[in-house]
């Protein structure tokens, strides 16, 4: 195995692990004092050993717990993805809320995309289709037919273009919002806090349980880490729900590729 392709920024993660585990192994102990002691006693394993013994088990306990809370965060964000995404994505189609129609952004993914970027179809309102199939109603009953038919198609063709553009805006805002390459600060910075964070929840759930746990000095922090993770996740879903919100990043991004 070539360990110089690993990821080394990703090992941070890992080895923060042992936060949550090293919170988790010591409320264990708080539960019922003197349960390690069978294991101090020891006298066939050296303090190095032990030591070495204690890191391995509170990485693996700390890596489930982020993994266990990442899958549970993930689920809670699929649900109500799932039951009110398509609400929140897919405003009304006013002005106001199709950024995809930003000439300046239009003309940068075309530049991107080259030969597969959509084509430049003028876009048919409601309003504008409800205003022309008027005036056709003005005509002849006989006259009709073949402009209601033109009229029909052109406002397909108008609305098939738009939402290939607006696909293309919906890759680039996720683009914006995780982009696959971060510095290598931002993942030790992350690692950091997810862990923190983890350790927190774990500490504020054994607390309902576990007496000696309930204290301010260590109440006061993890609920502070909790809220902190609740802000990140509200953050997090009214940046992607929001789609203006990242049009400026979008254009910035797009701007330095086309150099």
Not at 91 to 107: N, V
Not at 140 to 159: F, H, M
């Amino acid at each position: 195995m070539d360990f110089s392709k690993f990821p080394l920024e990703r090992l941070f993660y890992f080895v923060a692990g042992m936060i949550p585990g090293s919170a988790a192994l010591v409320i264990y102990g708080l539960s019922e004092p003197g349960r390690y002691d069978w294991f101090f006693d020891l006298r066939s394993l050296g303090y190095r050993t032990k030591f070495a013994l204690i890191l391995l088990v509170a990485l693996v306990i700390g890596n489930s717990l982020t993994v266990f809370l990442n899958r549970i965060l993930a689920a809670i964000g699929g649900a109500i993805g799932g039951s009110k995404g398509d609400k929140l994505l897919k405003p009304l189609r006013s002005e106001l809320a199709t950024p995809w129609r930003d000439a300046k952004w239009r003309e940068l993914v075309k530049k991107e995309l080259g030969d597969r970027a959509p084509a430049e179809v003028p876009f048919i309102s409601e309003w504008l289709f409800e205003q022309r199939r008027k005036l056709i109603e003005s005509l002849p009953p006989a006259q009709q037919t073949q402009p209601v038919l033109d009229l029909a198609a052109e406002k397909l063709k108008s609305d098939t273009n738009d939402f290939e553009w607006e696909e293309w805006y919906d890759h680039y805002h996720q683009v914006v919002i995780w982009p696959s390459e971060r510095p290598f600060e931002w993942h030790v910075q992350n690692g950091f806090n997810f862990n923190l964070q983890a350790t927190s929840l774990y500490i504020l759930i054994s607390a309902v349980v576990v007496p000696g746990v309930r204290h301010w000095w260590c109440i006061l922090p993890a609920s502070l880490w909790a809220l902190f993770l609740l802000a990140e996740m509200v953050f997090m879903w009214n940046r992607y729900t929001k789609r203006w919100s990242t049009l400026s990043e979008q254009i910035k991004l797009l701007s330095q590729k086309g150099r």
